[in-house]
């Protein structure tokens, strides 16, 4: 399957809110909060698979940004959120960039898309200055609460997901890249209905607000088990 601006549609744009304070909205204020308090202000960052461009639009000013993806017509509309992005398509498994060239790399729910996320990461790994930091998110195979879901389960619904791993895998990639794991923490459960008959009103509250706490605060506690995303902050030797 292309990505291309059927698949972002399909897939991605129609399954998510845009307005402030959607889930969404949060992600990306956590994500970009963890690449302040752990990334070097003022050093260059990627962003693999950037899409729209508003995760790494929100960093512009902190670092120099850089954001690459697959989709043309992704790169394309984010020109309009991350104004002062340098914004590329290309692969993720053969970045354009020299050795050692940033302080941050981020990719956020990219890896289990890739037909050879070894290769990916162990490119992360080279563009990784010494002491440059990799934060990764995938969906977790380690979820407690998957086999509540079984086929319907948000890892496996998306047919280009090619690459889902255990956690325990993706840190081994890590490693062999060069890369020391750092912290590996969940986002909390907010993939409802888990059970049947039960208002998902009152299942995105019961089962989701550890995961909601973690966001509102920036406070990492939820250990990898309680969670639907696995989520990776390591650095390079």
């Known amino acids: 399957m292309a990505f291309d601006e059927k698949y972002f549609f399909t897939h991605t744009y129609q399954n998510i809110s845009f307005s402030r304070y959607s889930q969404y909205w949060w992600s990306n204020r956590f994500f970009a909060g963890?690449?302040?308090?752990?990334?070097?202000?003022?050093?260059?960052?990627?962003?693999?698979?950037?899409?729209?461009?508003?995760?790494?639009?929100?960093?512009?000013?902190?670092?120099?940004?850089?954001?690459?993806?697959?989709?043309?017509?992704?790169?394309?509309?984010?020109?309009?959120?991350?104004?002062?992005?340098?914004?590329?398509?290309?692969?993720?498994?053969?970045?354009?960039?020299?050795?050692?060239?940033?302080?941050v790399v981020i990719?956020?729910?990219?890896v289990e898309h890739l037909p050879d996320p070894t290769q990916a990461i162990r490119e992360i790994g080279r563009i990784?200055?010494?002491?440059?930091?990799?934060?990764?998110?995938?969906?977790?195979?380690?979820?407690?609460?998957?086999?509540?879901?079984?086929?319907?389960?948000?890892?496996?619904?998306?047919?280009?997901?090619?690459?889902?791993?255990?956690?325990?895998?993706?840190?081994?990639?890590?490693?062999g890249a060069g890369l020391i794991p750092h912290k590996v923490f969940t986002d909390g459960f907010w993939n409802v209905p888990y059970i049947p008959l039960v208002p998902n009103a009152l299942q995105k509250f019961f089962f989701g607000s550890l995961g909601g706490f973690q966001a509102l605060t920036g406070i990492i506690f939820l250990p990898v088990r309680w969670g639907e995303s696995v989520i990776m902050i390591a650095r390079k030797k």
């Open 107 to 110: 990719i956020k729910h990219i």
């Open 128 to 175: 990784l200055e010494p002491d440059g930091i990799l934060i990764l998110a995938t969906p977790n195979l380690d979820s407690l609460l998957k086999p509540l879901k079984g086929s319907r389960w948000i890892g496996y619904l998306d047919p280009t997901h090619i690459s889902l791993k255990p956690p325990e895998e993706w840190l081994s990639l890590i490693r």
């Open 34 to 103: 963890l690449a302040r308090r752990y990334g070097r202000s003022g050093s260059r960052l990627l962003e693999i698979g950037s899409g729209l461009g508003h995760l790494v639009g929100q960093l512009e000013g902190g670092f120099e940004t850089y954001g690459l993806d697959l989709n043309h017509w992704a790169v394309t509309r984010s020109k309009s959120e991350a104004k002062r992005t340098f914004l590329e398509t290309a692969s993720a498994q053969a970045l354009p960039f020299t050795d050692k060239s940033f302080g």
